[in-house]
């Protein structure tokens, strides 16, 4: 529109921009990636009342206060949580760059979250992709104090467990605001300026008006009931919240014959800092449940993860997912489950402790089944994934061999695999802890693909660390020999040699031990991987041809190709380049005939940095945009990555200056923080702006 003379573009546009200046004047611009926006608050207490104080003080420090932070401390089930939600949504609009959320898990069975992995799913929701987070909790909060030093953003840190907690996940832009929520006050907050909200229990004026707003007129039909209602629940805002929904589910119940049921039950066990007992109401609601509802109630609390969706709460019953679905429906209806996204749920803490101790009164044997199917669930969707991600590689987990099939493809995999990656990491823990080392070793198997595409290297290695062990214990050698192998590829790939060639040489002694062909050849081929990576090229040829032997006596095809990638690889680095180039054509052309796509996309990758070296970056060029359309289509960060630095090379060759600071900066945002490669682009980047 026009302003004043000048032909301007305001407001925020999605896609090209066509802006016309006058006739025969017409310009073209195309719009940059808008950064990703994260609304992550869970959705706002559908009862919440009172506290008119506690909102303006809030409003008011917003205004007062660069940055703001505030702590919401009080007891449990006090209404912390509800009435920072409740501030937040209203506050919305004055934090347009998004609204971070984090349950800290202070009372978590598995103890407080960490910070530095809080950091890394804040970096992940602020578009940061898995493979460019930095390891370390330095690194982290140094990336996320940039990436946040300029938004108006808002984040609740909600059951914070210490000051310390809250403080290393503080960004540091004066138009933010952070809401942690506590059981205690965190005093030692004081000196970042944090304001604090105390938040009590209801008087009985607030208590009723929550009552009234859950069930209606009958609160002012039996006034005197309704008061003592207040009073047994202490103000507890969570526990009249539960038996406002009790009420208004039994419309026929009044609310003195409420009252005399809580007269005679114990409010003590699960006593909370003001001497206020909760268990007494969860347990009225419980009570009440169909048998079916109580056993769906008991068993999701065995959940390793802190939240869950439809069908791993089915799995956890063992009942079809259809008809688990209205049954969590009616547990949220009941406020004994909150729905945190569409189909997904999760319990509050109390909630949780209060289902596992009901669920602790079935056997063992129950109890260790309805964990085990929930496990066996998550690692069945694990290898589905896999299978989707590399279709063509050879396992050797008992899973792969059964019923499982592929998830529906590639990306979708990948989305999966990154909203599940919590309860995966957790589930192979649980795993690990009840002694099911069958089921430990192939979730490291299985996470293969996973780690290829998104390179999480904390999981990756915290999980070897439990399945190696466990496929020792098992004597299963074959599996031993595998993941020790993944290990391999993995260290050498983050330039830890002398760890890489620990695993590998142990994996090839134990293959060759027992005859198995298989575990040699992949164990020949990482050590030629090794040897690359440290620059010692003429073993990794011999490495890599003896590999390829064995693979053209035992297949598969798509294995002597990943053979004939690397060796094509190493023939160009030696400087024997027609010797090179015939090798990864003949590669590429296998990876297409046997449907790896991905694997043909490397070898075209391989191929085009050869002519880059070689000073061809015309020739370069084709080779590397074929790969990247591969890539981009599957969803791969860490191989676009390397793809865009070299078609940056290919570019700034031919003197197409623009389009190389393009992918250089494209590549960089892709890879992650401290990649050698990344230095390199930085530089190269750096001197073309000389």
Known sequence: ??????????????GPVVQAGSVGEVHFHSGTPQPLIPYQLPPP????????RELADLDHWLTAAEPLVAVVSGPGGVGKTSLALRWLHGSRTQFPDGQLYVDLGAHAPEGPAVPEEVLEWFLLALGVPGADVPPGLARRQALFRSLTA??????LLDNAVSAAQVRSLLPTSTRSAVLATSRWRLGGLAVDGARFVEVESFDVDSSLELLERAVGRRVASEPDAARELAHLCGGLPIALSVVGARLSTHPRRTLSGEVGSLR????????????????AVFDLSYVDLPARHARVYRLCALHPGHSFGVEAAAAAAGEPPG????????????NLLAEVAD???????????????????????????????????????????????????????????????????????????????????????????????????????????????????????????????????????????????????????????????????????????????????????ELGG??????????????????????????????EALCGRRIGEVLAALGRDDEGL?????????????????????CLMSTGGLHLRRGRPARAVSHLESALDVVRRVGSPFYEAEIRASLGEAAEGVGDLPTARRHYALALALLPTGNPKAATISARLAALDR
Request: charged fraction near 30%; hydrophobic fraction near 45%.
């Open 1 to 14: 529109m026009r302003r004043g003379g000048e032909n301007v573009v305001s407001g925020t546009a999605q």
């Open 45 to 52: 207490p559908r009862l919440f009342t009172s506290r008119h």
């Open 150 to 155: 300029d938004r108006a953003l808002s984040l």
């Open 264 to 279: 005679t039950e114990r409010l003590a066990k699960l006593a909370l800092d003001d001497d206020v007992s909760v268990e």
């Open 323 to 334: 008809d688990v679905a209205p049954v969590l429906a009616d547990l949220v209806e009941k």
């Open 343 to 525: 189909e997904r749920f999760r319990f509050h803490d109390l909630l949780r402790l209060h289902a596992r101790q009901h669920a602790d009164r079935d056997s063992a044997a129950q109890r260790d089944a309805a964990s085990r199917r929930v496990v066996e669930w998550y690692l069945d969707r694990l290898v589905g994934a896999d299978l989707a991600l590399r279709p063509t590689r050879h396992r050797v987990g008992p899973r792969y061999h059964g019923d499982v099939v592929a998830s529906s493809g590639p990306r979708a995999a990948l989305n999966w695999l990154e909203g599940e990656r919590a309860n995966l990491r957790e589930s192979c823990r649980v795993a690990a802890e009840m002694g099911w080392d069958d089921l430990v070793w192939q979730f490291c198997e299985a996470m293969w693909g996973f780690y290829l595409h998104a390179r999480h290297s904390d999981d990756w290695f915290a999980l070897h660390a439990l399945g190696v062990p466990a496929a020792v214990r098992l004597g299963d050698r074959v599996a031993e020999a595998k993941l020790r192998a993944q290990l391999t590829y993995s260290y050498s790939s983050l330039g830890y040699f002398a760890d890489a060639e620990r695993e590998g040489v142990r994996a090839l002694e134990i293959a060759e031990e027992d005859g198995d062909r298989q575990g040699v050849a992949v164990a020949l081929t």
């Open 530 to 559: 090794v040897a690359q990576g440290s620059g010692d090229l003429p073993r990794a040829l011999r490495w890599l041809t003896r590999a390829r032997d064995v693979r053209r006596g035992i297949g598969p095809r798509r294995a």
């Open 582 to 602: 015939a090798e990864l054509a003949a590669a590429a052309e296998s990876m297409a005939a046997v449907g790896d796509h991905v694997g043909q996309a490397r």
